[in-house]
């Protein structure tokens, strides 16, 4: 089973601010790399996938890179909405594998 | 629109079993393989099972193979999970799960439905 590690647990944001986030995974997954996003009370909304590629309607803001075992989710200038926890996923072997997540809050 | 309902969940003694539906609209359900997930509360999504078109093939999580059944019914638009030997540690929110749907690029997730497993 492959392990996804997010970093860090928290993250402390102003808003208008740049927000990194790190994803890695225990073995090369290549690029089978979603992120999601949740919101307490709500499903994870999709986000990215292909490690890079937007989903239908996601803001510009948000972008993704990497590629094997080190992944990034940047969000450019932080929204209000985009106070959440984020989720990386790899879909590259089975089982699929989560991380634990990563939460944004406001600094 | 793409549309997933999921029912069945609810209060179930440890040792029980449930059978959890899913019921798609807005895209053509045969032509995808399909996913349940689940989350415990506090904690982050979890994948528990695919199912490929067609039935040809299941993959379950190490944590819920031998007591997770799922199963499909196209002409019913319709995904099962049936869910025995009930465990606490199977408290959590189910949801089914499309892959990538074509040409909207987005994998969708149902609102989810609750199963307790307490006494």
């Known amino acids: 089973e492959i392990m996804m590690t997010q970093s860090p647990a928290t993250l402390s944001v102003s808003p208008g601010e740049r927000a990194t986030l790190s994803c890695r995974a225990s073995?090369?997954?290549?690029?089978?790399l979603a992120w999601y996003q949740q919101k307490p009370g709500q499903a994870p909304r999709f986000l990215i996938y292909d490690a890079s590629t937007r989903a239908t309607g996601v803001p510009a803001r948000f972008s993704g890179s990497g590629s094997g075992t080190e992944f990034t989710l940047t969000i450019s200038s932080l929204q209000s909405e985009d106070f959440a926890v984020y989720y990386c996923q790899q879909y590259a072997n089975w089982p699929r594998t989560f991380g634990q997540g990563t939460k944004v809050e406001i600094k | 629109e793409v549309q997933l309902v999921e029912s069945g969940g609810g209060l179930v003694q440890p040792g029980g079993s449930l059978r959890l539906s899913c019921t798609a609209s807005?895209?053509?359900?045969?032509?995808?393989?399909m996913n349940w997930a689940r989350q415990a509360p506090g904690k982050g999504p979890e994948w528990l099972s695919h199912i490929t078109r067609g039935s040809d093939m299941i993959y379950y999580s190490d944590s819920v193979a031998g007591r997770f059944t799922t199963s499909r019914d196209d002409a019913k638009d319709s995904l099962f999970l049936e869910i025995n030997s009930l465990r606490a540690e199977d408290t959590a929110v189910y949801y089914c799960?499309?892959?990538?749907?074509?040409?909207?690029?987005?994998?969708?997730w149902g609102q989810g439905t609750l199963v307790t497993v307490s006494s």
């Open positions: 807005g895209f053509t359900f045969r032509s995808y393989g």
């Open positions: 799960v499309t892959p990538l749907i074509t040409p909207t690029n987005v994998v969708y």
């Open positions: 073995q090369n997954i290549k690029n089978g």
